[in-house]
């Protein structure tokens, strides 16, 4: 469990860094007119993602680890991390948490998005599943994906009208 634990803690960790990465290019964005989209589902988005870590490590203490499952599911989290920082790398100071158009500013059709339109909804996706099967924590891998899908079905339609306002 204390493995698993430093597990959540390092995943902790790099979402306080992409808070970092988002706080600044908002700045970024702001001081060149950029206008946020659907702020109101963003607190519900927060309280679901720190839930998942949460909740990770409340079940995963009653359950064991299997290997079986445990390691394939730990490759799938750092192939999700992969994507995520890959899609973060890509868009570059248009990347945030949030939804913001810049006027004038481009859609991003380069690394990853050049074969899917929300590459790094795969990764939530994809993590939000993985992440608590490493320790079999399954009650909360359903509960967060269904979750998920809720919020996401949300997001995405806030994101692709943004994106209609980019030339």
Do not use: D, K
């Not at 950029?34 to 409340?58: D, N, S």
């Amino acid at each position: 469990m204390l493995a698993y634990t430093l597990l959540i803690a390092a995943v902790a960790a790099e979402r306080i860094a992409e808070l970092i990465v988002s706080q600044r290019n908002l700045r970024w964005s702001r001081e060149r007119g950029g206008v946020e989209f659907g702020a109101g589902h963003y607190p519900v988005m927060v309280v679901l993602h720190t839930g998942l870590l949460v909740a990770c490590l409340v079940e995963a203490a009653h359950r064991e680890f299997l290997p079986a499952l445990g390691w394939p599911m730990l490759a799938v989290v750092l192939a999700a991390q992969a994507l995520r920082w890959w899609c973060i790398a890509t868009l570059g100071r248009q990347w945030n948490t949030r939804v913001v158009v810049v006027p004038g500013g481009g859609r991003v059709t380069g690394g990853p998005y050049r074969y899917l339109r929300h590459p790094n909804y795969v990764a939530v996706v994809v993590e939000g599943i993985a992440l608590p099967l490493v320790h079999t924590a399954w009650i909360t891998a359903l509960v967060f994906t269904a979750l998920n899908a809720a919020l996401l079905r949300t997001r995405i339609t806030v994101e692709n009208r943004a994106l209609e306002r980019l030339p």
